[in-house]
Structures are given as structure tokens and as C-alpha cells.
């Protein structure tokens, strides 16, 4: 029996109480698993792995000669999350991105924000991603961000916690929809059973809000997928999601601006674009306006974007709310904007910049989580309580140098959940990001993708550094 | 269809017959040399140097391999060669992957699995047998035209396709018919000896092994240009490729056959009726070499006038620069010429 063994770790176990018991939730898991053998679990792991190889469902590594293309380890224990609790989430999720699309329209307006005190115009400017070309430029239905990716984590104490939001380019939904389509392969008894929540509805739902950004007057909109091409460690996705859409998935030489209409170059001549769901970040989609030297970006873009002419899912400048010193100061947007109060917490944040804190940071570098206020993929960061001294010190100097880049967060014990390693199942550190997309209306897939660190101890859930997935199942 | 998008899917089928074609003349060149000895040559003079003479490969790379299973693995799995069976793959697979919206994941995952099969072999140090591996490329290329001419619909993506299969074809046979320019011939002391073997191998090579009537192996010079060259029905004929090549450019621009719309219908309008002329005789003219030479050339002239009519002309010309020769914008990863001298 695989989870006979099965010893909770000292964190929020998702499937186990402290005393052993499984969670009314994870029953049918539970029961039907526990009767797999290790070697049958094993055998339908391999099945999985060499199905998204066959599949092409891989991402590429970096830094890496060959460019060898992974496949997203998967672990084919499913968390399960109950009706009730992903409703709460549900509503948090909402209520956050209206607060951010709310905020972004108004520091790209009126800054009545700024005007108000609720954060420092410093702040703002100084985020990496804040284009102030952009300011005044008006944007299809007031909406900047209309796919996003919303990491939470959980604790013992807290409940779930918003660890940072993803309002550029998200990515990881095509192994959200391909996790499901294996999953089903391997335990069809259980869906019926459980009453599992489709996802298969995202793609639908994304050409419905890509959609709806553009109303040409003698036409259906246009839409196509702008992706840097199938060298792009995201390609996959890129491909997958322009197909399910039946979407035109286009690279930048594929795209030519004239008289600031973007047309697509074709086998039968040009033909315009209206909306563009990019795949590209900002810095590289207009080498007029961006990096010059960006060979991916279409030249003239942004002035078929400024006169109206196309739109950008998601507009350009979003990565200003992706900001970690800006994140801390999201609870207080959802009260300025919305008048309520925050569904889903923070993490605790303090910031370097304020004196204060910073040197509550100094005295606690060696308990706290150190992060660059604009990295992701869990690359410059600190965590201090599994650093050596000499890491400390080096990330001391760091954010003595730039204490505007610089956030502090306490160690969080991210929760557990049974996971495949090693023959048996342990207890491994995982993290949620579920999908929203707002349009008319705003919208979260039920279900997410669950990231796990397989590394025993580890809470670093990227891809990039030895994280792997995991189906997510939300129940009616 | 995006312009790229139909280059990619033009050069896909080009690799994938190219990976088949070079596949099997490997497997059937092999097989020959196993019944074969000459007092004086050994099988890389007899069979191998005039293979890869035949495709263009230059003698300081000929110089550089010595046992057969040298020319295997250079031929076969050698990631540094371009022109290997692998190579051909994993371009074939780049082009798919820069267009798969337009082909069904079965597909995909037939080439996918093809061409981490072909990696593994090229990791492999392991000796190679061509007849196995020439049997697993050519049952893999297979089974991707087979869902080609099975599942797509007869639009934009399939006639592109189509076209670089066929063009990619007769470009195929005309180098093996070469052959008989480059193995040892008439003159040869032993000559005479080996001339079935040269007819063998081309026969063979192109598919034609079992043609009715082939049990007789006695070189018969004019049924080869009648069967590769002439014929009008046989698939790996040039002239029924270059037939296929004119049908599908007249689809993709919805005129008549005999009117003109671009230079890709005319260079094929142009090349097909002299293949429809010389048919007449069933004979070629002149210096087969250089007859070759010629089909290469009209193929390459098809090609170009397709790439002109098909792609977005050139970028909007900005003021006071003055107009540039732009070179032709490659495809994905691929090289449009094949290692030719």
C-alpha cells in the first residue's frame, strides 16, 4: 500500500492531517492509488514521459549547447482542491486582477494613485517595466491585462497566499491542458467518481477575450499569436494554444507595418492583423520604440498600436504590477479601488528601499527570502536559512547597492503534498499558479498548474531548477 | 497561409523524401557490394565514391572516409554532415515545427518519433545495418505521406507539401541515375562485369526493383530512361514528377493548365514540355551528365519562381535607401541547395 508508509512533514500537508488521516478530499486518491504498486506507478510514469516526448511537449534548457528539449517532469499524483475552497480563490483571483487592471489604467492615466499617497511616484518610475511612453495612449475597453498567472503557496497558518502575480507573458498553461489529457488516459474511474472540473474550456475562453479586444467594422476580428520563434523555450505552448484557437501563429519577420496597419505577409499577399495575442516581452516587440537590436520585434508596431489600429494581449507596460516592491503595495490598491478588503494575503514584504526595513532585512538576512523585484524563474534570490555565510554576505552587498531592487520576504513553509519519488510516496513542497483571463466578463480555469519541487527540502518549484507538475483537480 | 509557414511546409516533405531516398540507396548499395567482388576495386570505389560524387560531395570530404561503415555513418547518422539521413530529419522536423498548426498531431508525433529514433542511432557507437535502419526511415516516411495524402485536405497546405515531395523526387532520381556517370563502366577492364550491378543499383535505388520483368538482370540502358526518365504514370519518373509538380502550381493559383501566372509555372510549363517532347524518342541527348545537370537546374528554376510567387515580395521600401538586392530569406534551419559542389 503506497501511502501505508506516508509520514506528513512538518509543513500544511494538502492530503494529510498531522495524525495520519487523510483529508475527506483526497478519499477516492487515496484509496484507488494505494492499491498501485510501485512498479505499476512507475511503469505508468515512464507511459507519461514518453508520451509528452513523442508529443514534442517539452521546453528548452538553456545554457546548454545542444539545446536539448525537457520534458516537464510530471508527477502523477493529482492534487485535488474542494468546490468550496476554490470558490474563495476564485473570487480572491477576480477581485485581484480588477484591482491590478485598475491600477494600471490609472498610473497610465491620471495617476490619481500616485496623487493619493497610496504609492510613491519613485516607486512607479523606477519599476523596470514601467513605460511612461505609453501614458495617455488609450487601450481597448480600459483592460491591460487580460491573461494572467497568479502564483499562490499556502501555509499552515495563513491559507493561501498570493506570492506574485504574472501580468506580462504567463506561461505553462499547455501543461495544465496536457496534464489533464494524460490524466484522464491513466485514471478515467476517478474523474466520474471525484466530479472533476474540465479545463479543456481555456482556449475557448482565450479567442473569446482575444476577440473581444477589436471590433472591426466589415469583418471578424483577426487575431494571431506573436511567438520569437521555435528556438523559445515556450514554443511548444506558442504552437499548441495558436492551434487550438485555429489561430495564425506568426513570428516577427511573419508581420510588416504600413500606413500603422500591421498586415501578416501571406501566400496570397498581405493580410491585416487586429489582434495580437504576444508571446514576446516588451523590450523586444518594436525595435523603433524597444531594443534596437531586437531581431524578433516587428519595426513600427507601436505606432499601429498608439493610433489605435491593433491590439496587444497583453498591453504593453503590464510588468509594472509584476514589480515586487509594487506587489506589496497591491491589498492597498484592492481597498483604494474596490473599497474591500483583500480576499487572498499577501506574503509579508519588506522592502530595502524603506529605511526601516531595511535594516530589519540587514539583522535577518539569514531567515528571510531575498528576491530581485524583477527576476522570475527563482533566479536572484536569497533564501537565507539555506545559504552559507558567504552567500549572505554577497547578497548584503547587493541590496546595499540597489536597495530599490531589492524585497524581503520571511521564509514561508510552503505546503506539502504526496508525490511519486524514488519508488515510494513522500511529502514534497508545492505552489498553485491558476490562469484568469478577463474580458467582458473575468474568468479562472478550474484547475491550475500545481508546481512541485522534487528535490527533498526544496522550495524551488521552476522548471528551470529541478521543479516538476502535477495535475490539478477542483471538484463541483 | 503565412508565407513562411508554406516555405516550412515545402521543405518538410523535401527532407522527409530526401531522408528516404538517400535511406534506401544506402540499404540497396549495400546489399549489391555483399555479392559483388572485383579483382581490383573494393566496394567504396565501386559504390560509395560514386555515390557521394553523384550528390555532390566534394573529394576532401570522399578522402576522409576509408571503411564502408565509414561511408554508413557519413551518409547515414553523421550530425556534421548536411547531407546525412539525420540531418535531413531533424530539418524536416525544424520546418514541422515552425508550421505545425498545420499538421495534425499524429503527424507530428510520427516525424517526432522518427527523428529521436534516427538521434539515438547517431549516439549509438554501435555498428550500423543499413537494412534496418534504411527499413525504419523508409517505413517512417512513409507513414508521414501516408497521413499527408490520407488526412489533409486537398488546400493551400497539402499543394505545398505535394510540391516539395515532388520536386524533391526528381531531384532525387535524377542524382541516382548519375550513378552511371560516376561507378565504373564499359571502359573499365571489369566493366562489363559490373554494368548490371551499376543498373541494379539504380534501379533499385529509385524504387523500381519491382517492376514487372526484373527478374532479368542484364543492363537494359533504354527501359531505365523509359521507367526514371519518360514515363508518365511510374511515381519516381521525373517527368511524372515534374507533371505532379505543374498540376499542384496550377491548383495553388487556380488557373488553367497552359496559362501562366508566375515563373514557377512557367519554368515547370517550360521543363515538362521538353520532357514531353523527348519522350517521344525515349532518348536522351547528348552527355547523360550533363542532361542531369540540366534537370538539377530546372528544378532549382521551379523552386525560385515559386519562392517569388509565394512570399511577400520585400520589405516596404523606406525612403532614401536606395533599393537592395535582398537575398532570398532561407527557410527554417534548412539550406535551399543540397551539398553541391
Redesign the interface.
Known sequence: MLFDNYQPAEAFDEAFKKSGEFRAHYQAVVERLGDVTPEEFQSIQRTLSLSF????VTFTVYNDDEGTERIFPFDPVPRVIPGDEWALLEKGLIQRIEALNLFLKDIYSDQKVIKDKIIPKETVYTAAHYRDELRGVKVPNDSYVQICGTDLIRDEKNGYLVLEDNCRCPSGVSYLLENRAAMKKVYPSLFQEMGVRPVDVYSDWLLEVLEGLSQPDNHEPVCVLLTP??YNSA?FEH?FL??RMGI????G??L?V?NEVVY????R??ERVDVIYRRIDDDFLDPEVFRKDSLLGVPGLMRAYRAGNVALANTVGTGVADDKVVYKYVPDFIKYYLDEEPILPNVETYLASEEKEMSHIMENLDQLVVKAANESGGYGMLVGPKSTKKEIEDFRGKIKESPRNYVAQPMISLSTHPTFCDDQISPRHIDLRPYILAGEETRVVPGGLTRVALNEGSIVVNSSQGGGSKDTWVLY | ??????ESLMWLSRYVERAKSLARIVEVADQLALDYSHPKLCSADLFWKPILRSYGYGEEDIEQLESKEDFHRFLLVDGENAGSVFRALTFAR?NA??A??QLS?EL??VL??LY?WCKDQSNSSATLNPAVYGARVRQGCLQLRGLIEEMMPRE?AWCFLRLGTMLERADQTSRLLDLKTFMPGKDDDEGHAFEPYVWLCIMRGCGAGSQRGFGNVEADWPRLNQTLVYNPVFPPSIRYCVREVNNVLHE?SGSALGVFNNEGERNCGRFLAELDLGAFSGEIEGDLHEFLDGVQQSLIAINEGVHQA???PA??VVEDDEPEEEEE?EP?VATQTQSQS
Do not use: F, H
Not at chain 2, 497561409?1 to 508554406?6: E, K, N, Q
Open positions: 516526448l513523442k508529443q514534442g520563434g521555435v514554443y504552437s495558436a492551434s495564425q501563429i506568426v513570428e519577420r511573419d510588416v504600413q501578416m505577409k501571406t501566400t499577399g498581405l | 497561409m503565412l508565407s513562411r509557414v508554406a525544424e515545427r515552425g505545425r498548426e498531431s507530428w508525433e517526432n518519433e529521436l493551400e495553388l509565394y512570399s511577400y520589405d516596404p530569406p527554417v
